[in-house]
Every structure is written in C-alpha cells, then in structure tokens.
C-alpha cells in the first residue's frame, strides 16, 4: 500500500512540475493543484499507514493498543484541502477576468506592469 | 485572566470585519468602524507588550488542552513587538485609506478584508503551533490577493496572477516541510519540537527539511532568486494596499525564518553559508534593480528587496550583536516601508502621476508636506541620527567581527545606492520645476479640510515614531538585547509553554 502510493506521489509531483513550466495560464493552474495533491499525500504517508485501527480505546482498556491509525495527518491533510479548495476558486476566476483582459493563455505575453513605465 | 486577553489583537481585527460585512453598503460606517477598531486594537496592543514586557512570555492554550496537544498562542517578546508594529501600521494604513481610496473599491469590500488580513498577521505573529501558522498564511494571502485584485484593471490582475502562482507554490513548500516534521517527531507544537529535534538520528532529513523552510519563507520574504513576483506586482494595487504589503507581508517571512530557525533548526555552517550568499546576492540585485527606476513605486518595490537583504544577512551571522541588528532593522523597515507607499501615494493624490519625468516643484508648493517625506527619506537611507543608522551601525561590526567581507561590501553598496536613489527622487519630484507639457491633475487642493488632515496625518504618525526609534535608540536596543537572548537560549519559551 505504502510502496504504490509512493508511486502515485511521484507521479503527481512529477506531472505538477512538468505542468508549472508550460507556458500556459491553465497547465499552471492545473500543476498548481497536482502539486497540492501531491503534498497532501506526502504527508499522509509521512503519518505511517495503520490498517484498519481506529483509535477508539476499547471501555475495558485504559491505555490505547499501540499500533493505531494516526487522526493527526488526516485533521491536517482535511485542513489543507479547504484552503486549497479556496485558493483554487479562486485562482480559477483570476484566470478567467486576465483571459477576458488579455485574450491569450501565453504566461508570456502578461508584461503590462512592466512595459508601463522603467 | 491576562491569558485570554493575547487573543485581543486578533479578534477585535474579526469583529471589525464581521460589522464591516454587516454595514455592506454603507461606507461611511465601514471608515469610523475602521478607524475606531485599528485604534482600539493598538490599545489592547500596547496593554499586551507592556504585559510581556514586564512579566516575559506568557500562553494560552485553546480549549484548555495541555501542551503539547493544543493548538496554543504564546506571546513572547518577539511575537508581541510584531504585533504592536502591525497595529502601528494598520492604524495609520486604516485612517489613509478612509481618504485615499476611491468610493468604489470600498463598495467592493476593502475594509472588511483589510481587517482580516490584518487578523490573519496578528494570529501569525503570536501562534505558537507550526501547523496553525501555515493557517495563519493561508488567511494572510487569501485576504492578499482579494485586496490585489479589487478594482481589477489590466495591470493590477497580471501582477496578482504572477503573486498568487508564486505564494501558493511557497505555501506548498512550508506545508511540505510541516509532513515532514511530523513525520520525524510526531508533534506540531513548536517548543515541543525543539526539544524532539535534538534526538532525531537522520540529520541529513533535518537539514533537507530546514531547507524547505527556507524556499518557502523565502518566496514570501522576496530573497534573491526569488523575489521576482514582487516588482511586478506591488505597484499595481492602490497606495494603501501597497502600504500595507510593502510593509508588513514581506516582514512575516522575515519573521517566520527568525523563529523556525532559533526554536525548531539551529542554523548548521550550511545554512548559514546559504543564508550569506542569498543576502548579499539579494542586496545587489535589488540595488540594481532600483537604480533605473523612474516609477517611484516600482523604485520603492525594489527597495524592499534590497533591504530584506541586510535582515537576512543579520540571521545567517545568527551571533548575539547580528540579531540585535537585525531586530532592530524589522522595527525601523516596518515603520519606513509602510509610510514609503503611503507617501507614494500622497504625490499620487498631489500630482496624479507617479513617474518622476512627470513629477517636480513640489517643494515650492507644498514646504511643510515636503519637509515630513524628507524626515521620512532620511530615515530610509540611514542618515545620524535617524532610526536607519543604528541598525547599520550593529551588522556593519558583527559582519568584521565575523570576517564576512562580501556582507560588508553588499551593505555598503547598498546603503550608497539608497542615498543616491533617494538623492535623485528628491531633485527630481521636489526640486525640479514642473515639465512645461504636463497638465497637473491636482485632486488635493480642492479636498474639504478633515480629508487632508485624515491624508497627512497617517504619514505624520509613522515618521513621529520613525525619529522616535532614531532618537530614542537605547529603548529598541534594549528590546532587541532581549529578543536576541530569547532567540539565542529557548529555554524560557519552552518553559513558559510548558508551565515549568
């Protein structure tokens, strides 16, 4: 479990990275976001995977069995994906009123504060 | 019953913003509510630092949970003086913006997020969770690029894609470094974690780790190969909105790599080598960057560069002396840069244009405004006594202290390129008499009495403190002893979240 969602997370890493350096205002956005499930996952499987052990302690037991699923990691990835899930609303409509301005998707040709004025 | 009361900062800045959503259309309300809620916020402020001052550091944990389980607020010295020039700063950003704003973009809402975004630096400033600080970011550049973008002309919405691309990347790299601190030790708290980062075993993991910190505090700071969102982008947003950036956002960063590198990192030759050679690269380029700058707020942009060089200079020596420089350096750039953009925007309203081929004779018109920006100039470039010149005073002996001969050559050259930048901005704004072909858009003059008191005063209020902390150096020396000994020895950071 933990080897293939390595993989996957190197995978997304290896596409968001790929995609940031388009030239494109839309494969930015989407690198952004491959990058941002990339992260989440790392840190998922920096928490060690349990299987199936809630951490529930049982009504008999005082002390917790040791080996559980960590909620640390899962309360932090939830946190994340919120406030990605903002940023890339609003991203999206950002994306949207410069495409209307500038009528390209080339991340080149946005250079109006720089030609302004020295 | 003191614990609660470090929260002040942060919530009276949501229960501002709450009314100002309430009072949607009403803008008149939304300005009082503003003014009133900075200054009360600066009060509350004040009773805090006096607090931490006299009695050290002192905790609040939420929901009462033990460290190192909670999500807990420390105010410590260090975090307490932030907030307090935050305050500073919003009070005066809050009463320019009442005036130097167009009606429109209060219609859409700028001071509701102003708040936030103030809230969101008061929550960073005092937190003392690692993961709650990310969540602090978060609120900062959310709030950032709405206030970016509002008014949405070409320019203004170019720059905020290259910012939002940019801040959400540095967002990803600390969230990144955050998995793999917990990873390692299992804990978020951040006196916790210096205490666990000791045992670790894989110290190459550390270092990697470290290293993440810095690209993501350093994205947000603007350090050298980094930095080129910011000259593109703050001199889009309107004057008050650039104050407010110029002035406090990139400071955060600052902050951040002062406290992760002290409590959780203890800087290695590595570090600190990679620390130098970024600062003195960051103060040529943004010199250079500014030489031939005619905008004035794209001169001031890269004067921000410039000058978050010589702080991270001050970290990477990470000595005792060093730090004190470097605090010293965060309280007098704070106050300078925030009034920098405020001026910019006060030839703004005198003028219309903020090109300086366009610009002159001001001084003949207005002698009393001009002789309050030259205070104010001379302050940024550092002339005696003024609050530029002791910080200076401080890196130039640590950086011979420590024989770092690049650093000493970097400040010099810097602090001469400021001169002469702000040497040339004088001639050619104050004295040059005005272009023959330029029609002078003056919308000053024609102002109601309470509006131009409301425009200067602001300005007044940051330059009376900037010769306050020139002319009363022993006080901030004396703050930034004890900062630099905290940072230097946790210890009592760790005990006061602890309660040993």
Known sequence: ?118 | MMGNFILAPVFIHLLIAIFQLIAWRKTVTQRILSVGGALGALVATIILFRQVYLNGTFTVNASNWEAPFSIIFVADLLGVTMVLLTSIAAFAVSMFSATGLSRQRMLYGYFPIFHFLVMGLNGAFLTGDIFNLYVWFEVIIISSFVLMTLGGRKNQLEGALKYMSMNILASMFFLTGIGILYGMTGSLNMADLAIKMHDVQNRSLVGITSVFFILGFGIKSAVFPLYFWLPSSYHTPPSAVAATFGGLLTKVGIYAILRVNSLIFIPDNFTRTLLMVIAVLTILTGTFGALNKTNIRRLFSYLIVCHIGFMVGGIAMFSKLALMGTLFYLIHDIMVKTNMFLISGVIMQLRGVVTMEKLGGLYKEYPKISLLIAIVLLSLVGIPPLSGFWPKVYLFREAFNEHQYFFVGALIIGSLATLYVIAKLWAEVFWKEVPADVVVDNKFEPMPFLRKVLLIVPVSILGIVSVYIGLNAEVIIQVADRIATELLDTSSYINAVFKN
Do not use: H
Request: charged content about 15%.
């Open chain 1, 1 to 118: 479990m933990e080897l293939l969602l390595i993989l996957v997370l190197g995978l997304l890493y290896a596409g968001g990275v790929y995609f940031i350096l388009r030239r494109s205002m839309v494969k930015l956005l989407l690198g952004i976001m491959l990058l941002g499930s990339a992260t989440n996952i790392l840190i998922f499987v920096l928490g060690a995977i349990v299987k199936g052990k809630p951490p529930i302690i049982d009504a008999a037991a005082n002390v917790m069995d040791p080996s559980y699923a960590d909620p640390v990691p899962q309360a932090l990835i939830l946190t994340a994906i919120v406030i990605s899930f903002a940023l890339t609303a609003f991203a999206i409509v950002l994306l949207k009123r410069v495409y209307a301005l500038v009528e390209t998707d080339d991340l080149d040709n946005l250079n109006t504060p720089e030609e302004e004025d020295i």
